[in-house]
């Protein structure tokens, strides 16, 4: 089969509602030079899927056992014959020139590893919200010590040489797998940034999260836990300091929310839960704890009373 230049990945258990219009946006795009590679990860409707893809010509269906997120993508990222890699979900919408402008970018950037842009909300009704991230372009340092977000994996375009170099996503992860992803990714390269909204992220009840805040915190900071063992023994000593800097940069984000949380629970009368909380975040950062304190509350005593 002639190589492409693009590789686009989908992973899918099911036949959405929404897979048609996934794939259609795939086909108007205006770089026509992609193949498109579809995992089905134990869908309970083979033939669906197979006949929903057929809309796209030359789209390859590769039969999975259903294993999580992490492994068919690798799966499909190991059958790619695209210079680049980008993954589509079955559920979002590509504006009809994410392609194109992310080879634009990465062919103008020959030393970066990824290309990332904005991401809007879209709603189960085709609606179109506000955004889910804005991309700038900062500094691989900035990225990496986290005083600016991580991309979202649907936001991304990788090098595809460069995606399997640092290792594809870890299967070994729950949540987080693409945070993961980025921070190896920025250890041994750097981002380029496309600022403008070039993917829609469907959000609707099949894909809200029900993971408690905390619970996805917990789960961040074993992802950097084990980053940091990686950068102990990175070359540079800048990327040790960079993980440690975003390690703190969430826990004091953390500390501050569950100061909130802790609030309303004791306004609620749940006065065991919101001790949970103020004490999870005096652990977490101390100093952060006790300035958030200070501020939620002083903020609510300056409000007028209510007539």
Known sequence: MVARRVTVVMSTN?????????L???KDQSFPDWELIVMDNGSPDPDGVRDAVSAVPGAEVVPEAGHGVSIPLNHGAALARGEFLTFLDDDDVWLPDRLERFVTALDAAPDAG??????????????????????????RRDLLAGR??????????????QFLRVGGFNPALHYAEDTDLTFRMLQYSRMVAVPEVLTLYRRHEQNVTRVLPTELHDASRRMIGMQLWGAEHHPDPGVLEDVRANLDALDARDSADSVGVGLDRLRRGQVVGAGRMFTRAVRLDAPVAVREVTRRVGNRLRRPAAS
């Open 24 to 26: 259609q946006s795939l």
């Open 114 to 139: 990824a290309a990332y842009s904005s991401v809007d909300f879209i709603d189960s009704r085709g609606q179109r919200g506000e955004p889910l991230f804005v991309a700038a372009d900062e500094t």
């Open 148 to 161: 600016y977000p991580f991309p979202n994996v649907v936001s991304v375009m990788y090098r595809r040489t």
């Open 14 to 22: 099911r036949v959405s509602p929404y897979l048609p219009e996934a």
